[in-house]
């Protein structure tokens, strides 16, 4: 943490001209140091009072006993809440109650007050809700000024939004602002008994590992977690709950970008989420026609296609399709892998799938220790032949 000793302060400013983040503004003859230091010392030494001092972050501590509640990001996009806002309010449930708190929603946007009874039906007690017009589509200037003011004003424990782009960028700039830590990508979320702490977990070392990190000294604790992860809660319109209505005011300068216009690309429309059915394929296949094959057998399962990274690293199809690790993370009802062998980091983002169904010419390919169904043979004989079996069931419905 990086401190203006007022007393040895004369005003120079040139701690203001040496700080890269421009986190230094002068309020008369002191230097003041705002939220966006990154403490990274370079004005320390070019003080030539000694006014600037850092000190070690492990002594830098809060007033935890002052933060309650757990908050979920209420992410929407053109008035529809996210699939992982709803899975982040099962989760933030089970961790409000192991605390004993309330869990909250925070919802920006412009006239989305439709959502607010949606919110309260998955689970949340308390909504907060900024309703502006500067809200309506993400603005990371905006956005990050209207929930860090609420942050500083309700002193919530705990924060989690989903690993979605905009969560993946509104997450680290509230962190950054409240000074705090963020765990990014978590898999797993729980409290621990002894302190009532968040145990954040999530892969490390390339999947080898998985990591569980905690923020003991400094709060909100807050995580992003991927979207398909955790289970989606019950809905129930009967719940009701307190809406907390949120007023940032925005002055010139404040939002420093201007959406021109929004243009959806073609792959937006891939939701590998949601499907309940993926036909998935790797190298296996040999090259992108492979991947006309898995549609049609995606097409008669009702499904949706996806891919490993060997697949999507070879230019065979777009990177948003592929599952991993670094890819979605999916639990369909049934996932079908086709020339995949099973790595470590595309297990990550499929082994929680209902039934799991193998194709692979290796009878030792790992993906089969996983699998619910194994098929040892070439997916282009296997395939058709299961296509068949299903025209042949079809027709004998029909
Ligand atoms: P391969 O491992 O080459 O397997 C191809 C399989 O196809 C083989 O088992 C072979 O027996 C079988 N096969 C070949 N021909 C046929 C045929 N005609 N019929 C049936 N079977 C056949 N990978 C991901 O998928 N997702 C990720 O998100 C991801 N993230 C990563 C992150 C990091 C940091 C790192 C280091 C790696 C990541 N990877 C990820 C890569 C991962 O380690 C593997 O390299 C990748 O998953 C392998 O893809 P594959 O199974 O398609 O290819
Ligand atoms: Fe004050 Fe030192 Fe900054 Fe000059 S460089 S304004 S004396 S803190
Ligand atoms: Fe700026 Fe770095 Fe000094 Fe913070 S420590 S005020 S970021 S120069």
Redesign the pocket.
């Known amino acids: 943490m990086v401190n203006v000793i007022a007393e040895k302060c004369k005003g120079c400013t040139k701690c203001v001209k040496a700080c890269p983040f421009n986190a230094i503004t002068m309020e008369g003859k002191l230097a003041v140091i705002g939220p966006s230091c990154t403490s990274c010392g370079a004005c320390v030494d070019v003080c030539p009072f000694d006014a600037i001092e850092k000190t070690d972050d492990a002594t830098h501590t809060v007033d935890i006993s002052a933060y309650h509640d757990v908050w979920v990001f209420a992410e929407q996009r053109d008035g529809k809440l996210l699939g992982v806002a709803i899975e982040l309010l099962g989760e933030g449930r089970k961790l409000a109650n192991d605390i004993g708190c309330r869990l909250c929603a925070v919802l920006c946007g412009e006239n989305v007050d439709h959502l607010i009874d949606e919110l309260f039906a998955y689970g949340a007690d308390k909504v907060y809700y900024a309703n502006k017009p500067e809200l309506k589509t993400y603005n990371t200037d905006a956005y990050t000024k209207t929930i860090y003011e609420a942050i500083k004003t309700y002193k919530p424990e705990i924060v989690l939004l989903g690993a979605t782009h905009i969560g993946r960028d509104l997450g680290p700039c509230l962190a950054v602002k409240c000074g705090t830590g963020l765990t990014a990508d978590c898999t797993k979320l729980d409290i621990d008994p002894t302190d009532k702490k968040l145990m954040q977990t999530r892969p490390a070392f390339?999947?080898n590992l998985m990591a569980t990190i905690v923020c003991p000294r400094h709060r909100p604790q807050m995580a992003t977690v991927r979207p398909g992860v955790m289970d989606k809660p019950q809905r129930d319109n009967s719940r009701k709950g307190e809406v907390i209505a949120l007023n940032p005011v925005f002055k010139d300068g404040d939002i420093r970008t201007k959406v021109l216009e929004i243009v959806k690309s073609v792959t937006e429309h891939v939701s590998l989420t949601d499907a309940d059915v993926i036909v998935s394929?790797?190298?296996?296949?040999?090259g992108p026609e492979g991947f006309e094959l898995l549609r049609e057998l995606a097409k008669k399962l009702g499904g949706v296609v996806g891919?490993?990274?060997?697949?999507?690293d070879s230019g065979w199809i777009d990177h948003a399709y592929?599952?991993?690790?670094?890819?979605t993370t999916v639990k369909p009802k049934l996932y079908i892998a086709?020339?995949?062998?099973?790595?470590?980091?595309?297990l990550?983002?499929m082994q929680e799938s209902g039934y799991i169904v193998a194709?692979?010419?290796?009878e030792n390919?790992p993906?089969f220790e996983i699998a619910d169904y194994g098929i040892v043979?070439?997916?282009?004989k296997?395939i058709p032949a299961i296509m068949e079996e299903l025209d042949k069931l079809e027709s004998s419905v029909v």
């Open positions: 390339g999947g394929g790797g190298r296996g296949l040999g891919a490993s990274r060997a697949a999507v592929q599952v991993g690790q670094t890819g086709c020339g995949i062998s099973g790595a470590i980091q595309h990550a983002g194709i692979n010419k290796n390919a993906i043979g070439d997916l282009y296997v």
